[in-house]
Each structure stands twice: as structure tokens, then as C-alpha cells.
């Protein structure tokens, strides 16, 4: 983000408000105060009328930290950025607003992949809340303080987009009020529309937002409200040539701030998270279970990750009665829920997998907020961290009397005193890489030094992360490579068929080529589990089939692109009489089908 020193908002924006143009990017900002006598209020919703009750009830909820989280010291001002996001479950008076924010890409001319596209987006997504929740000691208030939280309310997954604009909304709003709201939103209604997978500049009075946005296959179907034009680049499992591309959700999530207590489980949660174990993340705070939630869904880029995470989980939510009326021995949904309520460790005995992170906030006058994390060094990072503190230790009776004691005592004994572990009975079938954590690189006791050094070390992580799900993708290549017409065959005809998939003999023939040189020295003897586990999960069969979409829309853009190349005179003279009828019924069905897009597509196109 660039920032003059003299940014501000007082001055009038050079247009006004533009509706449909703010919803491209937000639904709403919504103003919530806690009242001691009536619970959380909203104050303000610009533009009004967007939210059920319902939907209003649950966003209020999400908006504040829960009471066992929230700082214990007597500071004036502490001030937190976090986010949640929960299914719409109800029918929203602005539904049809969110329908007309999808844009059918003028690509797209294969009609059956069109009504397929528009088939499966139904304005019924997910809502991301992301919330600056300012906490203010007064003893001039009833009892000595107040809350209050200004929350960006957006079907968009744009991380890397609203918590630099909280970070300025927030401060902002406590100075100038509504004026605040109704000025961010008409530099918002400024913006382009979004477009995935592009480095985007958004500007915001004198300053601007230079943000790279994630790309089309990371966003399901559902409710992404964006440019959809997802490239053949990433039909087929390949390594991106520039690792600067972000090649799925929370690209800039902190991988090593947030997980470098347990660093050598890294691969446990990649695993888990591939075949869609439920997995329960406690932290201290609201921040820290956020950034430990976005960091592990970032970690299986670039798969399309279908798993329910919510990243931020109270006991308000609609879905916890049902989760909480699990009896023992039901299967749990496949989710990853971040919390901060211990109370969780006893309601949802059911969930099998259990993750704490972070440490408690350090008793300061003020929390800063990082510019690039939701955590901050001040929400639990020590001064430095020695390479003994990467959960590399060399053995020692001591070191395995404390492993044995936290399995032992189980995730209950979190009740007493807060330690970063994981509890998992799960066989994991990859082991961790000790060569990429032995080149991650100690900060010493400089926070600069340190802020500068995690980058680095993200960068080692992610890039690593990235090339195993790459590799473990890998052998689904050849059922998602689209074909060309033969050098002097006729493109005058039907391409053929994509390989039909069958998943016993995927792993049969799987079994008997192994599972590639980059993986064979990673995996254990039981590989193969890996991969039955994740034929049988909840992200598979969406990876897949979107995969498979794409795939058929650029097998249909190459043979479209070979037929117009093509001489079809030279092709009639060598075609018998039936062989000219059966291509024109061809050509005729593909000029119908692109006719029809061109009908279609100015009715679904809402610049």
C-alpha cells in the first residue's frame, strides 16, 4: 500500500456514491456498538436496508471478541482487526444485487459450460465480515469503558484488499464519524470492477491500495460476484513460473508467525486440510485463530479448497446448536473453525483434530496493528526467536517427558495454561521436510530484523507448500489436458472427449508408476491412503469437476481457433458426401451454441 503523510478524507471525493458499483466489492459497512443493557446495536449500516434480521443478529455477534479473549490490561485503547464469515442462510432483500455482480467472461462461448457457470452461482454464498474492533478505557463511562466496531461487510474473499482499508476506515471513523462511511464509499464506488488473479491499484483519496487479488480457481462458483476468466493455465497441475502470482486464498496470510511453535506439524495440517479433516484452531485471540485459519486454507493452493472454515466461530452461531448435538461416535462436517471460547474444547468433544497457536497478549499500554498480519507482533510474537524455538529441538528426556505429558493431559489441559501443540490420532502419510526448515532463517532479537526475516521464511513456506500440492495434484494431468486437431486432420468435427475419470483405476494405475520423484522421498509406505483419503474428501469432486469445465472451455477455444485458421476448401475436396454433411451439422451446432452466448451474455454482463 502507498500512503501519503498527509492522507486523509475530509475532502469531498470528485463523484458520488455509486450503488451497483460498491457492491462489486462490499455489501456494506456496518457501525456495531455493545450496550450493557441491550448486548450488541447497530449503529450505522451505509447503505441501509442490505441485512435479514437475521443476517444482522449473527454479524453483531461476530463482531466482538469473545469476553475470555479480550485484553486484560488497563490500557486506554486497544484496538484489533480480525474477520469471520458464515453461510447466508436467509433470503437477503438485496439478492438480486448480488446476482447482477457476476460477469459471464465474453470468452466463455461454450453454452453448455455457460448455463453450467450460471446454474451454479446462486447469490446463496458465504459473507466475510472483517471487523476493526476498537476497546476504550473511561472511567467517565459505565463501567469504565466501551466497544464498538466498524465492519466492511463482502462477498469477496479479498483479504489482502480490506484489512489495509480497515486500517484505514477504522482510525478514520472514531475521528469523523458517518462522514468517514459515506466517503469511503464513494472512493470504493470508484473502483474497477475486480478481476481475478490481477495486480489491482485502488485509490483512496490521496493514497492507494496495490494488492494483488487471488485468482478464478480459487473461488468456488458460488457467490464470488467477480470477472470470472479462469485461463488454461491453471487447468492442468503445473508450477507457476512467478511465485510473486498469488495462486490461491490469503496469499499473504503469515505462515511462520503463526505457526512457528509447531512448524514440524505444518505437514500434518497440509494433510488434513487436503483430504478434509474437521480441524478445531484455538488461540488466544480473535487475530491470531484468523490468521492461523486463512494460513492453513493457503497452504493447499493451488487447490480449490471446498472445506466450510469460518475464521472466527462464537457460541452465537446458528450452526453451533447443531455441531454441539453431535453425540459421540457421529461424524463431524467437514470444517475448519477458529476459536477463542475454551468452552469449545468440551462442546465439541467430536471433532478429532485439535490445533493451539499463538500466546496470550503481553500486558502493553497499546496494540499495534501489523500492516501485513492479522496477528502483530504484539498479539504473542516474542522479542526473537532462537532456532531451538522451531520445534526442531534435539532430543532430550526432558523434551520427550513434555510430549508425552501434553498427549497424555489431552487439549483439555489449554483450561489451565495456554501452550501451541496439536492433537491428532490421524496417520499422516507425508513427513515433514526438516531441509526446508533448516533453511529457515533465525531474527535474532530485532523486531526489524524479525519483521524482515518472516517474510523470507513465507516465502521459503509457501513456496514449498506449493510445489507439494502441485506435485500431489500431478497425476490427475492427463484427465485435464485439453487436445488439438492433428496436423492435417479436419477441425470440422466434434473434439473428442476428455479421458473419463474412474477412481479405482486412477489408484491402480497410480500404484504401479509411483508417486513421482518429488513426492516418492516425502511419503511413507502407505501413499496410496493419501490419495484414497482425498478421492473420498469434501474437496476432491469440486477441484475436479471445475477443473474438468475449464479444461472442455479451452478444448472448445483451441478447435474453434483451428477451424477459423483452416482452409475449408482444401478439406471439402478430400471429404466424401457424408463426411460434408456430419461437418456442417458441426459447424451449424457451434455457431448456434455462439450465437446463443451473444444473446445470453449482455443480459448476465453488469459492468
Known amino acids: 500500500m502507498s500512503r501519503s503523510p498527509s492522507f486523509g478524507l475530509k475532502q469531498e471525493p470528485n463523484s458520488k456514491f455509486n450503488p451497483k458499483a460498491f457492491k462489486r466489492w462490499i455489501v456494506a459497512f456496518c457501525i456495531i456498538r455493545f450496550d450493557l443493557e441491550q448486548g450488541q446495536v447497530i449503529e450505522e449500516c451505509y447503505p441501509p436496508g442490505c441485512f435479514t434480521q437475521e443476517e444482522e443478529l449473527e454479524i453483531c455477534f461476530s463482531s466482538f471478541p469473545d469476553s475470555v479473549s479480550q485484553n486484560k490490561n488497563r490500557s486506554s485503547i486497544h484496538d484489533c482487526i480480525y474477520f469471520f464469515r458464515f453461510p447466508k442462510r436467509f433470503n437477503s432483500p438485496k439478492i438480486a444485487d448480488v446476482q447482477d455482480r457476476v460477469v459471464v467472461s465474453a470468452k466463455l462461448t461454450d453454452d453448455k459450460l455457460l448455463r453450467r457457470s450460471l446454474s451454479s452461482y446462486n447469490g446463496n454464498g458465504y459473507l466475510y465480515g472483517y471487523v476493526f474492533n476498537r476497546q476504550r478505557q473511561d472511567e467517565k463511562l459505565k463501567r469504565g469503558g466501551e466497544q464498538k466496531s466498524v465492519v466492511i461487510l463482502s462477498y469477496c474473499p479479498f483479504l489482502s484488499v480490506f484489512r489495509p482499508l480497515l486500517q484505514i476506515l477504522g482510525p478514520l471513523y472514531f475521528d469523523l464519524g458517518k462522514k468517514a462511511l459515506e466517503h469511503m464509499a464513494s472512493y470504493v464506488s470508484m473502483w474497477p470492477a475486480p478481476v481475478l488473479g490481477n ?39 503445473f508450477l507457476p513460473t512467478n511465485q510473486f502470482v498469488p495462486q490461491g486464498l490469503f496469499h499473504d496470510a503469515d505462515i511462520f508467525g503463526t505457526f512457528r511453535g509447531i512448524l514440524l506439524q505444518l505437514w500434518l495440517l497440509w494433510e488434513l486440510l487436503i483430504v478434509g479433516e474437521p480441524i478445531l484452531i484455538i488461540a488466544p485471540t480473535p487475530p491470531q485463530c484468523c490468521e492461523a485459519v486463512a494460513t492453513l486454507v493457503s497452504l493447499v493452493a493451488p487447490l480449490l479448497c471446498s472445506v466450510d472454515f469460518r475464521p472466527y466461530f462464537t457460541i452465537h452461531d446458528p450452526d453451533f446448536a447443531s455441531l454441539n448435538s453431535l453425540h459421540e461416535g457421529d461424524p463431524f462436517p467437514p470444517m475448519v473453525i477458529g476459536v477463542t471460547n475454551l468452552f469449545f474444547l468440551k462442546s465439541l468433544r467430536n471433532i478429532p483434530h485439535i490445533v493451539s497457536v499463538g500466546r496470550p497478549a503481553p500486558n502493553t499500554n497499546k496494540l499495534a496493528l501489523a500492516p501485513k498480519s492479522f496477528t502483530g507482533k504484539s498479539l504473542g510474537k516474542p522479542d526473537g526467536f532462537g532456532f531451538q524455538q522451531l520445534s526442531l529441538k534435539r532430543f532430550s528426556p526432558s523434551n520427550l517427558l513434555n510430549s508425552v505429558k501434553l498427549r497424555r493431559d489431552g487439549p483439555l489441559c489449554l483450561m489451565t495454561e495456554h501452550k501451541e501443540a496439536v492433537w491428532s490420532t490421524y496417520a499422516a502419510t507425508i513427513k515433514p521436510d526438516t531441509a526446508i526448515l533448516n533453511r529457515l532463517i533465525d531474527a535474532g532479537m530485532s523486531p526489524r530484523v524479525e519483521e524482515s526475516m518472516s517474510v523470507v521464511n513465507n ?131 457451434q455457431l448456434l451454441g455462439e450465437i446463443q452466448v451473444l444473446y445470453i451474455s449482455p443480459l448476465q454482463v453488469h459492468n
Open 199 to 237: 495486480l489491482v491499484e485502488l485509490p483512496i483519496g490521496n493514497a492507494s491500495l496495490k494488492v494483488n487479488l487471488p485468482p478464478g480457481h480459487s473461488l468456488p462458483l458460488e457467490g464470488s460476484g467477480v470477472l470470472s476468466d479462469e485461463s488454461a493455465s491453471s487447468i492442468a497441475p
Open 459 to 589: 516465502e521459503i513456506l509457501r513456496r514449498h507448500f506449493l510445489e507439494l500440492t502441485t506435485n500431489f495434484l500431478a497425476p490427475f494431468g492427463p484427465y485435464l489436458r485439453a487436445t488439438t486437431p492433428f496436423e492435417g486432420a479436419s477441425p470440422f468435427i466434434d473434439p473428442p472427449p476428455l479421458p473419463p475419470f474412474d477412481a479405482n483405476e486412477f489408484l491402480e494405475s497410480l500404484s504401479s508408476r509411483g508417486p513421482g520423484k518429488f513426492l516418492s522421498k516425502r511419503l511413507r509406505a502407505n501413499w496410496l491412503d493419501l490419495y484414497r483419503r482425498f478421492l473420498k474428501g469434501h474437496n476432491f469432486m469440486p477441484w475436479f469437476q471445475r477443473r474438468r469445465a475449464v479444461a472442455e472451455q479451452e478444448q472448445h477455444r483451441l478447435w474453434r481457433k483451428a477451424r477459423i485458421r483452416s482452409d475449408i476448401q482444401q478439406f471439402l475436396s478430400k471429404m466424401s458426401e457424408l463426411e460434408i454433411v456430419d461437418s456442417f451439422n458441426v459447424i451449424e451446432k
